[in-house]
């Protein structure tokens, strides 16, 4: 009987002592991706085949007899030098995965929007070979077109994500701030629809970087929507170009009619032109009180505002004598 009980004392002391001894890997981290509905002892075979130089058995009879081996977590985990078997079963119950983050811009484009997400470190390009026509049915939006119907922020996500995934989490986003922004929509504003804020909303996030102008050029923008004045904004028209603008919007672009020239055709072009952010949402739906028709940029970030075309040359005249720039609307 006393060789029993000496022989367990043993083997739990043996056992302890191995709980809390550094578990030996084959590279200074080693990654596994634990997919839904996996077993203990796949997950602990799994783990030895990702270079931690354990027994399966004995990290099994760990997960096992610890009665936590149901609360181990799906996802993407990384077990680096030093981490004991206590630590890996301890970040796989609290599911502490190692996560990447992307960085999505204000102002950019979906075509930089998809380049961002192909490049991300550890994220699956499943979208790699489909049109943005197939990504937008794929996302549950069929016929829709994908510019501006993401959000730009900063998104964080876990080794072996999807690229889709990030987008759907982006365009949810982006729903929420539109509605969020359309609730607080002033009276007099001219837009009619969220779609339409969307679309504002882009216009005046690529044509300045400064938040404090944003309510002002909105306040110009508006002020044209409702007089039936053409918006004549410089951005759109690059961007109704597409690959073919080289960076200088030349007078015959102004002069060349597309969906995207606001030179030619009065109202708002027909989708947003770039992803906005939050500022300039809220700044389409909440534009300032002003009398101005007329905006310059004045070459340090900020605009000049005029109320007559007089005043408007003046200042163009100051501030663009060297050559046209694409924040000013004429």
Request: hydrophobic fraction near 40%; proline fraction near 6%.
């Amino acid at each position: 009987m006393l060789l029993i009980v000496a022989l367990c004392l043993a083997l739990a002391a043996g056992t302890g002592w191995w709980l809390s001894q550094p578990l030996r890997l084959a590279a200074p981290s080693v990654d596994l991706s634990i997919e839904a509905g996996s077993t203990p002892r796949d997950i602990a075979k799994a783990w030895v085949d990702a270079g931690v130089e354990s027994s399966p058995w004995l990290l099994y009879q760990w997960f096992r007899f610890s009665g936590q081996s149901r609360q181990i977590r799906a996802g993407s985990y990384e077990l680096e030098q030093g981490a004991t078997p206590r630590d890996l079963l301890r970040m796989m119950v609290r599911g502490d995965e190692r996560l990447s983050a992307v960085k999505l811009i204000d102002g950019w484009t979906f075509k930089r929007f998809r380049a961002e997400l192909a490049a991300a470190e550890g994220l699956k390009p499943v979208t790699a070979g489909l049109s943005d026509g197939d990504i937008m049915a794929q996302l549950g939006m069929p016929g829709e077109a994908p510019e501006g119907q993401f959000f730009p922020d900063t998104y964080s996500y876990a080794k072996g994500s999807t690229d889709l995934a990030v987008m759907k989490r982006a365009l949810h986003a982006m729903q929420k701030q539109l509605e969020a922004a359309w609730a607080q929509r002033q009276g007099n504003v001219a837009v009619k629809s969220p779609r339409e804020a969307l679309i504002l909303a882009s216009i005046v996030e690529k044509e300045t970087g400064r938040e404090a102008d944003r309510p002002m050029i909105s306040g110009v923008f508006n002020i044209r929507l409702r007089g039936g004045m053409p918006l004549r904004t410089d951005p759109s028209v690059s961007y109704g170009l597409g690959d073919q603008f080289d960076g200088n919007l030349r007078k015959i672009h102004l002069q060349t009619d597309t969906p995207f020239n606001t030179y030619t055709r009065a109202g708002l072009p027909p989708t947003p032109i770039a992803m906005p952010g939050k500022a300039a949402l809220l700044a389409a739906v909440r534009p300032a009180e002003t009398k101005a028709l007329y905006f310059v940029a004045r070459g340090d970030g900020s605009s000049a505002f005029s109320a007559t075309l007089a005043e408007h040359n003046r200042a163009v005249n100051q501030y663009q004598r060297s050559a046209r720039n694409p924040g000013k609307t004429p």
